[in-house]
């Protein structure tokens, strides 16, 4: 169980040493290609020291990956914009803890997400309101200055499901996120249209665990799986606290997670039965 820039180090590391492994190169003779001391290369591969973003690039070059997607995600992993792509939430450096700017940068790069919720709707299918009020009563004495600027990049955030290709989104709601009022009535209200309106796209799927299920699996509390695009080795386990995040990546741990998430979704609702259920939420509140 690691911080997230521990964990990126590593899986980062561990991708590249299976490249090299492809490249039928062993760790000194990549060393030599690019003019470096094969201890340069161990550091990197075991995650023990960072690495810049241009010497993934080289490693990359010389193990000749060609892959646009998966060099732009390994150079991501490093610290780089990649390919074209800009770190937009560097703006909010001034507001954003370090570890929801880690979230947001793997979430940016991310194919599928699985999420559980037992409280709030997820960041991605908040309103503006409903992110106000959230935002609010989770940071306790914001300044309006501070609360516009969190909200904004909650907003923003929610582009990965409109990026091409998409963010595979897969939300399992428990019924309390639903009957929870947020913001007050009205709000509420609007909330529970944009998760109808949501549940329609193609890359969403939603389903509600309702209270009638009882006692389940997630009881334990909340947690997101993130999953990249051509490799599973970088898959990762999101556990969020009130000060910090928490980040598994072991394959135990991403097995049970997962194992975990396929039973909620058996529990939960249809997601056309979950859009009905919604509905009626929506016409009593």
């Given at each position: 169980m690691q911080h997230?820039?521990?964990?990126?180090?590593?899986?980062?590391?561990?991708?590249?040493?299976?490249?090299?492994?492809?490249?039928?190169?062993?760790s000194g003779e990549a060393a030599r290609l690019l003019g470096w001391h094969q201890s340069k290369v161990s550091r990197i591969e075991t995650g023990t020291s960072g690495v810049k973003p241009a010497d993934v690039s080289r490693l990359l070059d010389a193990y000749a990956v060609e892959d646009p997607e998966l060099r732009d995600l390994l150079v991501v992993l490093a610290g780089s914009e990649g390919?074209?792509?800009?770190?937009?939430?560097?703006a909010y450096r001034g507001v954003l803890p370090p570890t929801y700017r880690d979230f947001i940068s793997l979430e940016s790069q991310a194919s599928g997400m699985r999420t559980l919720e037992t409280s709030v709707v997820p960041g991605l299918l908040q309103t503006p309101e409903y992110a106000r009020a959230?935002?609010?009563?989770?940071?306790?004495?914001l300044e309006d200055g501070k609360l516009d600027a969190l909200v904004e990049v909650r907003l923003a955030r929610q582009d990965v499901l409109r990026s091409n290709p998409p963010l595979e989104l897969s939300a399992v709601l428990d019924e309390a996120v639903l009957r929870r009022e947020v913001g007050g009535p009205e709000v509420m209200a609007r909330q529970l249209e944009r998760l109808r309106e949501a549940a329609t796209l193609p890359q969403v799927r939603l389903q509600v665990l309702p209270f009638a299920a009882g006692?389940?699996?997630?009881?334990?509390?909340?947690?997101?799986?993130?999953?990249?695009?051509?490799?599973?080795?970088?898959?990762v386990?999101?556990?969020?606290?009130?000060?910090s995040s928490l980040y598994l990546e072991r394959k135990e741990d991403l097995q049970a997670y997962s194992e975990a998430f396929n039973a909620l979704q058996i529990h939960a609702l249809s997601p056309e039965d979950s859009l009905d259920y919604i509905a009626v939420i929506g016409d009593g509140a």
């Open positions: 997230g820039p521990a964990v990126r180090r590593r899986k980062l590391g561990a991708e590249l040493r299976a490249l090299r492994a492809d490249a039928g190169l062993t390919n074209g792509r800009h770190h937009w939430w560097h959230v935002t609010q009563a989770a940071v306790d004495g006692a389940h699996i997630g009881v334990t509390g909340p947690f997101v799986i993130f999953s990249f695009p051509n490799t599973t080795d970088l898959d386990v999101v556990l969020d606290h009130l000060t």
